[in-house]
């Protein structure tokens, strides 16, 4: 079916029914405000508006009833559950007509939370139709360049696979592209099932495409979008950077009905819709009576909502049931507690333990209920909350699914590029760029003791330039070239190039293969030329990359590590701890929140104990989540912080009010929503001033490969052995004669870039020492967040993390910020502060690390360990070279001086 564009234009009755809303909603907002809840005495831990108040156990010991007692202890370590058989009545319960509102006292009122999304949703919802958005990435949503793809798994359900859908695409292009050349494709499950001329130049065009029956299957499927574009009037190797089409996130995904939206079930925790901007809204629904113990299982149950439904942009708040397409409500506590709650009053007669999924209706998410009659019967329902179903899915999907966000290596593999996503390509442009994303494991030390070879395969057409080559970076920094220098063009299987094993980093990090392919044509300029579309690269996803056996070790202080994998919070001997020195409800979502991060990075949720006490020194690895006012002086100098100098320095910000950041005028979310798409921001940013700058500077690992074994590994794909066939056929004649020796091409990064950096680690070294320079970089009244970490045990491993902001407020808003995947991925060093208002991260590298050892200390662990740490030292390398030679110079001497016979 035909692309059918989408009108933009707004009738004026929708426009006033529109303004209508706007006004209802800021005054139900303002009536709200006016009625804070007030605290009964008999609850052991009761919520306030802004506040989570712990009763002294004395206090509630004349109190009658079950109220009177409070639940100090921690779930604990949760280990294997037993099979257990469920009650009947744990079958889900459907709503049966929409709930009422819930009164003061059933619940905590809601903070302003997450910041408003900055575009409106799509018309197609008034037409029983639900926007399935795409989930956020690394990449965001631009695509930049001549040629630019994306890919997500989107997981759907059985009944909604089954349905009749339609994929709708909203986007917009800088101004620069030409609409005759340059087109937007869209696959599904690697079939296109529509394509259409770039040309929304000053505002958002939408179209949509129907998808054929059958296409997708129940599980995860593949969604791609792809871009092909030139420039309008310039055809230099600079022009092609100002190329981009933009993907607005609230107008794009898969059109379901929102019948089949509804019939969701436990067994689809990935298809739990996420919003307008990609993140995944958690409201977590605390009852009015709750405990330490309860706010654990509350933590843990939404990183187990996280790491199984690959959600990398979870955001937490707290308050009562929330409405709404998009999202779900987390309810966990006891039934007796959640029957106060008029939509969980079924919950209230229930013996045993109770783990239910309620479907969204009209005025409620779709909600998850984990219950029971006694604490050990919610711990139980938890577990049971916590098994992990096998994935499923089209080939594709799977495929999608274990590269999204990247795919996890461990070392020792050699992975082929078709399994990360990328396809053959055959370019007609001046600069190709294609990339994937590989997640090194948190424990890998990084250095320059092996190469990272990388075997392309493609060909390159005759006439090009002297100055055409390849160039491959890692994390945007170019780490090998080769040049393209056959005037007769080339053709390829396996064009070694050797990657620097230094460049990689623990965690997620970024990988792209660009060819620049300059000819003397491209002086002319002809627009007819590039219509023309003749061919200049080929590239064949049977390009394979080696990764070499990695040396493994810890290091710390190191917050990369600890935002890519969750070390040493995963893994310790010692339950890790998340310690809330006064919890109030955005305390409380900002702690969940950065917790439902680290579990999306490292794959698994991580088994916190939750506490208000601070634990001893000594006693784990603890994470500190507090607002500056609430943090005591003790605790933030031993992780090296001036209390009274960063209270100073956030003065102003810490006394503003907890709303000063909330109810954006309508005008004021246009135009950011306008500044988001231009600029490629990240959306749950504040943008308190108009950024200076572009884009931002910015379930456990499941063995899938028997699922994947008809495509495991394919020697080489029809597609492909065509395409090399038909170009060695061109240019075998010219190539036979001349064919490169294997490798020749390759050579790593200049030496001027090397030196750059040497000197930027060295600059942040000095920095790292507490001097001054640092103090003007901490103590900053623009950074909204500060995260540090040190260790303050005797063990390596007894690491303190602290996350603070100049109050509860911004602390859970500028933790929504740092979720973005574009945002998190720049954590490092001891120290990382964040600018919510372009989610610009600013790092102090450690000025001493600490080693814990992850893995048995075999020989060869430790070969690779101590060649990783002299190619870091090599002053060191140097001296004991030196040394190691004078010691053999000197017994040569002295052996020499023995042998052979005296003169008299």
């Not at 495409?209 to 299957?217: A, M």
């Not at 199984?308 to 779900?328: C, K, L, N, T």
């Not at 090194?440 to 493609?458: E, H, I, N, R, T």
Request: glycine share 8%; net charge neutral.
């Amino acid at each position: 079916m035909s692309p059918r564009p989408k009108a933009e234009t707004r009738s004026p009755q929708h426009a006033l029914r529109g303004a209508a809303t706007t006004a209802a909603v800021i005054l139900a907002l303002a009536a709200a405000r006016a009625q804070p809840r007030t605290a009964t005495p008999d609850e052991a831990l009761f919520l306030a508006p802004n506040r989570i108040a712990f009763a002294p156990p004395a206090f509630l010991a004349d109190r009658d009833g079950p109220a009177a007692k409070i639940d100090p202890a921690p779930v604990g370590t949760i280990e294997a559950a037993p099979r257990i058989r469920l009650p009947a009545a744990s079958t889900p319960v459907a709503a049966a007509s929409p709930p009422a509102p819930l009164p003061p006292s059933a619940a905590a009122a809601p903070g302003p939370g997450p910041a408003p999304a900055p575009t409106s949703e799509p018309n197609a919802a008034e037409g029983g139709f639900v926007l399935r958005h795409l989930p956020n990435n690394i990449q965001g949503f631009r695509l930049s360049g001549e040629i630019g793809a994306s890919e997500w798994p989107i997981y759907l359900s059985e009944a909604q696979a089954r349905s009749r859908l339609r994929f709708q695409l909203g986007y917009m292009s800088a101004v620069s592209v030409m609409p005759e050349a340059s087109k937007i494709i869209v696959s599904i499950n690697d079939v296109e099932i529509g394509a259409t001329r770039i040309s929304a130049f000053d505002k958002v065009q939408t179209v949509d495409f129907d998808i054929p029956p059958n296409l997708v299957k129940p599980g995860f499927n593949a969604v791609r979008i792809a871009v092909d574009e030139r420039h309008r009037v310039d055809c230099s190797l600079e022009a092609t950077y100002e190329l981009w089409t933009q993907i607005d996130p609230s107008q794009t995904g898969i059109l379901a009905p929102s019948s089949q939206n509804e019939a969701l079930g436990l067994a689809d925790l990935a298809a739990l819709p996420p919003d307008s901007q990609g993140a995944l809204p958690v409201r977590a629904v605390l009852p009015g009576r709750t405990s330490p113990g309860n706010i654990e299982r509350v933590i843990r149950a939404v990183q187990i909502i996280a790491s199984s439904g690959h959600f990398e942009q979870p955001m937490v708040d707290v308050g009562p049931m929330a409405g709404g397409a998009y999202g779900v409500n987390l309810v966990v506590g006891l039934a007796a507690d959640l029957a106060r709650i008029p939509d969980l009053a079924a919950f209230g007669g229930i013996d045993g333990p109770r783990l239910a999924f309620l479907p969204a209706t009209a005025a409620r998410r779709a909600t998850i209920v984990i219950t029971g009659r006694t604490q050990d019967d919610v711990n139980r329902a938890l577990r049971q909350f916590d098994k992990t179903a096998q994935p499923r899915g089209s080939r594709a999907g799977l495929r999608a699914s274990q590269a999204f966000p990247g795919y996890r290596v461990t070392g020792g593999e050699t992975v082929k590029l078709a399994d990360l996503g990328l396809h053959s390509e055959e370019f007609s442009g001046r600069y190709f760029r294609v990339g994937f994303n590989i997640i090194m494991p948190a424990d890998f030390y990084s250095a320059d003791y092996a190469k990272v070879p990388l075997d392309l395969a493609g060909g390159y057409a005759p006439g090009l330039l002297s100055n055409a080559k390849i160039i491959v970076a890692i994390n945007g920094h170019n780490a090998v070239s080769a040049p393209l220098s056959n005037a007769r063009g080339a053709v390829f299987k396996d064009k070694t190039l050797p990657l620097p094993l230094g460049f990689l980093r623990p965690g997620l990090n970024r990988i792209e293969i660009q060819a620049q392919l300059p000819t003397a044509a491209d002086a002319a300029c002809d627009p007819l030329a590039a219509i023309a579309n003749k061919k200049r690269f080929l590239f064949l996803d049977s390009t394979t990359i080696r990764i070499p056996q990695l040396a493994r070790i810890g290091r710390v202080p190191d917050l990369a590590v600890t935002a890519s994998g969750g070390f040493p919070y995963i893994g310790g001997g010692k339950q890790p701890k998340l310690y809330a020195p006064s919890p109030d409800i955005h305390s409380i979502a900002a702690a969940a929140t950065f917790a439902a991060r680290m579990a999306a990075s490292a794959g698994r949720p991580i088994d916190f104990r939750f506490t208000t006490a601070p634990p001893a020194v000594g006693s784990g690895a603890t994470l500190v989540v507090a607002a500056a006012g609430q943090l005591d002086f003790a605790t933030a100098r031993a992780l090296g912080l001036d209390p009274e100098r960063l209270r100073a320095a956030w003065a102003d910000r810490s006394a503003a009010p907890a709303d000063s950041l909330a109810k954006p005028s309508p005008a004021d979310i246009r135009a950011r929503s306008r500044l988001v798409l231009q600029k490629n921001l990240p959306a749950a940013c504040h943008l308190r001033r108009a950024p200076v700058v572009g884009p931002a500077s910015g379930v456990p690992p499941v063995d899938i490969a028997a699922l994947l074994a008809e495509a495991a590994n394919p020697p080489e794909t029809p597609a492909n052995r065509d395409l090399f066939d038909a170009w060695s056929e061109k240019l075998g004649g010219h190539e036979r004669w001349r064919q490169w020796l294997k490798g020749a091409g390759a050579e790593i990064a200049d030496v001027a870039g090397a030196a750059w950096r040497g000197t930027m680690d060295e600059a942040q070294a000095l920095i790292a020492n507490g001097d001054e320079a640092a103090a003007k970089i901490i103590y900053r009244s623009d950074n909204s967040l500060l995260i540090a970490q040190t260790v303050r045990g005797a063990a390596a491993d007894d690491v303190w993390t602290l996350v603070t902001a100049p109050n509860s407020t911004l602390l859970s808003q500028s933790v929504d910020c740092l979720s973005d995947p574009r945002v998190w991925r720049h954590v490092d060093g001891r120290l990382s502060l964040l600018d919510d208002s372009d989610g610009a991260i600013a790092t102090l590298p450690a000025s001493q690390l600490h080693f814990v050892a992850t893995q048995p200390l075999s020989v060869s662990n430790v070969r690779l360990i101590s060649a990783s740490w002299l190619s870091l030292n090599p002053a060191v390398y140097v001296t004991f070279t030196l040394i190691v030679a004078f010691i053999l110079a000197a017994a040569t001497l002295e052996f020499v001086r023995n042998v052979g016979r005296r003169a008299e």
